[in-house]
Structure formats: structure tokens, C-alpha cells
């Protein structure tokens, strides 16, 4: 009669532990999956990499410094980084193929080689009869100071078609994502992105963060703040 007693109170001692000891797993198996979200969001998994290859570059930022990049040839005269010029190549030969006129007419570019093309605008303007406030003003609309400019990351191309502009504009714009670049001034986006908007001039994020961009219809920096906050 006592053992007989005794086992129901024993099973359920050992329901509870098991009941204790699942829930424990669970919460170790929750803990581990939130975890390894944060280590994702954070960027932390792909390092360096990952950072660079999102940074936001505006006029208050800068150029992040010691960039590190190692640059190869996409043509006789430009350079990419190496993470991106080969998916330039790609994008390009599918848009030539779709029937454009696409070439490439600007990619990486030194800070100094910033600074030069900044000027050269500036005193263009000069020579034209503006003061010097005015010509910087003008030229800001166009140029990115040096040190602020996104072809300093190497990962940055102005993609330009002589004949059917808009149409290949128009399929750059639809296409470029599946190879990891976005149209990074969009028109409408002034505001968000604090910069005019420029139709030729794509901007490599890589291959997953250019489909949710695409996707979601938003900028660099909506997609950072939305994913990468804090
Ligand atoms: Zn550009």
C-alpha cells in the first residue's frame, strides 16, 4: 500500500522535471536564436565587411577613415572595389545585352582626385563671372565635397547610356538590385537622403541588402536605421 502510494507522487516528481528541464531548453534554444538575431542586425557575423559595404557617406559623415580597400580594374581607365566590380561587370553585360548603350563614367576615386574635380568646377564657375560663395554653392549641387563622396569607397559607379537615356535608366533601375547595387538619390528622396537626386549614379550595398532595398522602395539610410539601428 505505501509503494503503491508512492509511485504516483514519484511520477509526477519526475513530470515536473521533465516539464522544468524542457522549458529550460527552450528558453537556452530562445536565448541562442535572439542572440545569434542580434549578432545578424548588428553586423557583428560579417565584420568589417559587412559595416563598409553599408556605410552612409554624406556631407556631415565623411568617408569613414582607413578604408583598406583593395581595388581592381572594371575597364582601361576605372576601379572598383574588388567586392563589387566583378557584380558591375555582370550588371553591365545584362544591360548591354537587354539591347543598351551602358558605359561606365565614373568609379573609384582618391580623395584627391575629389578635390580636383571639386575645384576645377568651382573655378569653371569663377571664370564664368560667380563669386566664389555662389560657384561653391552651385558646385555642391553637383559635386560632393572631397572627403564626403561615395567613389571614395571604391564602391560607387555612374552608369551612363549616350542613346535611349531614359530607357536604360529605366532598366537599370528595375535590374541593378538583382546584382547588388541601388539607385542611391533617387528623385522624391531629397529629404531622406540629403542629396540631390542623381539618375546615373549606383551605389553597391550587396546582394541582400540592394533586394530588400529594392523591395521596400527605400534609401541606404532608411535601411540602415530600419535594420541596423543603435
Ligand atoms: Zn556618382
Not at 67 to 82: A, K, P, T, V, Y
Not at 111 to 117: A, P, V
Request: charged share 25%; aromatic share 8%.
Amino acid at each position: 500500500m505505501e509503494q503503491s502510494g508512492m509511485t504516483p507522487e514519484r511520477e509526477k516528481l519526475q513530470l515536473k522535471k521533465w516539464i522544468l528541464l524542457i522549458g529550460m531548453l527552450l528558453s537556452l534554444a530562445l536565448l541562442i536564436t535572439a542572440i545569434l538575431f542580434l549578432v545578424k542586425i548588428k553586423g557583428w557575423q560579417g565584420g568589417r565587411s559587412r559595416t563598409e559595404l553599408l556605410a552612409v557617406v554624406s556631407s556631415e559623415r565623411g568617408v569613414p577613415e582607413d578604408l583598406g580597400q583593395r581595388l581592381s580594374f572594371i575597364d582601361d581607365e576605372h576601379m572598383l572595389d574588388e567586392r563589387c566590380a566583378a557584380e558591375l561587370e555582370s550588371l553591365l553585360a545584362a544591360c548591354r545585352a537587354a539591347g543598351h548603350d551602358c558605359r561606365v563614367t565614373a568609379a573609384y576615386r582618391s580623395e584627391s582626385e575629389q578635390r580636383e574635380l571639386f575645384n576645377a568646377c568651382v573655378e569653371e564657375l569663377i571664370a564664368e563671372g560667380k563669386d566664389e560663395k555662389s560657384a561653391r554653392e552651385l558646385t555642391l549641387r553637383e559635386i560632393d565635397p572631397p572627403g564626403c563622396s561615395e567613389h571614395q569607397l571604391g564602391l560607387a559607379a555612374d552608369l551612363y547610356a549616350e542613346t535611349g537615356t531614359e530607357e536604360t535608366r529605366t532598366w537599370l533601375a528595375g535590374h541593378a538590385w538583382e546584382y547588388g547595387f541601388i539607385l542611391r538619390y533617387p528623385a522624391g528622396k531629397e529629404g531622406v537622403t540629403g542629396h540631390p537626386f542623381v539618375p546615373d549614379h549606383f551605389r553597391y550595398v550587396g546582394r541582400d541588402a540592394a533586394k530588400q532595398i529594392h523591395e521596400l522602395n527605400i534609401t541606404l539610410e532608411e535601411y540602415v536605421s530600419m535594420f541596423y539601428s543603435g
